[in-house]
């Protein structure tokens, strides 16, 4: 199998003990990384106990996870996996929970995932507010007497 991986490539280069995994499985030429179908499987568990050996310090068995998307974040929220994995959401009710063995999975399969423990996200999440969903006119309480001392732009609304 023929691979042009511009993320393997990276990962090559920025890391001897990755370049070592790869060329002990695969061949390389003009830059692209050429694996027998009967290498596959040597070349992803030696990758696999890679990451879990590298990270083992991190990831607890035993512990439950959330896990990050860190190429984006909305307003100052970070954004995590969806229940499901359908999507993402800052809303972490709404976050699926993963085992050790499936946070290292899924860090294997994209590096900017991020794991972060259950209990530490738990610990400092809080909740918010979308502007964009709340209705000044549900907000206001104000007899029409103090009306005057709101903002003109809202006076029409209240």
């Known amino acids: 199998m023929n ?3 511009t993320s393997l490539q990276r990962w090559v280069s920025q890391y001897p ?3 070592e995994i790869v ?3 695969s ?4 830059e692209n990384f050429i694996f027998e179908p009967e290498n596959l499987a040597g070349f992803i568990s030696d990758l696999t106990g890679y990451f879990a050996a590298e990270h083992s310090h991190k990831i ?3 512990e439950l996870y959330y896990m990050q998307d860190s190429r984006n974040i909305l307003g100052n929220n ?3 996996w969806r229940k499901g994995c359908q999507g993402y959401t800052q809303c972490i009710a709404d976050a699926e929970v993963f085992t050790a063995d499936e946070a290292i999975r899924q860090m294997i ?3 900017s995932d991020i ?4 209990d530490y996200i738990d610990g400092i999440a809080s909740l918010s507010v979308d502007t964009q969903r709340a209705d000044i006119r549900a907000a206001n309480m104000l007899p029409p007497s103090q009306r005057n001392d709101l903002p003109e732009s809202l006076r029409d609304q209240a």
Request: charged share 20%; hydrophobic share 30%; glycine share 4%.
């Open 27 to 30: 061949v390389s030429h003009n």
């Open 78 to 80: 970070m954004l995590f």
């Open 3 to 5: 691979t042009n991986n």
């Open 17 to 19: 003990a990755i370049a």
């Open 115 to 118: 794991p972060w423990r259950k």
């Open 109 to 111: 399969s994209r590096r």
């Open 60 to 62: 607890q068995t035993g």
């Open 23 to 25: 060329s002990r499985h």
